[in-house]
């Protein structure tokens, strides 16, 4: 893969679990979020995240679709599903699937008494501790310096800067926003407004940006974060 198709797929961004998540409903607190992504001034594809609660488990699924052409040098497709569970701020499990332009990627990854056992296609181990996951859903992950890609499965370790206020673009105009810019195997800049909800990324990529941006806010996910 090139440099340049790493960097894009970079910043997109439980089955026994979820079952038992799923089989009651109607006790569910759940919230759907939306965005674009947009490189340059082409639209190139769209993301949903559903956060969903029920005591204190938290089930986040993300679902990201691409069909990308950069410069005329590079197309391809993509689509990532994702499903994570998390307890008390925890991460439990992670199941996901990427077509990334016809080959498959894979992450199988469980909570063990030593860590985040994953099996998956890039990346076979124990992670110890509490990691954050490229689902940037809660700006709780601007403090966790290691991060799990959703896509790979891969730990990433980063350092992570307050870049302070900044405007950011969304559906609802310009917002009033937390800068955080992440440096290391990951270089992106995510926004949260003044609640601290997640509602975008930009990154740069052949030289232009691209921009993952809030298209439909749903219910605060704070408030079925922290429960």
Known sequence: ???TRRTFLA????ATALASILATPA???????????????KQVGETSVILTRIG???VAEVDAKLDVSILGLITFNY??????????GVLQELRSTTNNDGRAEYVNASRIDG?????????QGVVAGNPATTSYFTADFMARPTWISTQTGKPLELTIRNA???????????LNCTKYSTSGPLKINLYYDSDFEWVGTNFRVAGRTANIAMTSRGQPFNAIWTG
Do not use: K
């Open 56 to 58: 204190n488990q938290v």
């Open 164 to 174: 302070g206020a900044a405007m950011f673009n969304t559906s609802e105009g310009g």
């Open 115 to 123: 860590g985040l056992q994953i099996d998956a296609s890039g990346f």
């Open 79 to 88: 689509h990532l599903s994702s499903r994570e569970v998390w307890r008390d």
């Open 11 to 14: 910043g997109l961004g439980t």
């Open 1 to 3: 893969m090139s440099s």
């Open 27 to 41: 006790l569910a607190a759940t919230s759907t979020r939306r965005f674009s992504a947009v490189l340059g001034r």
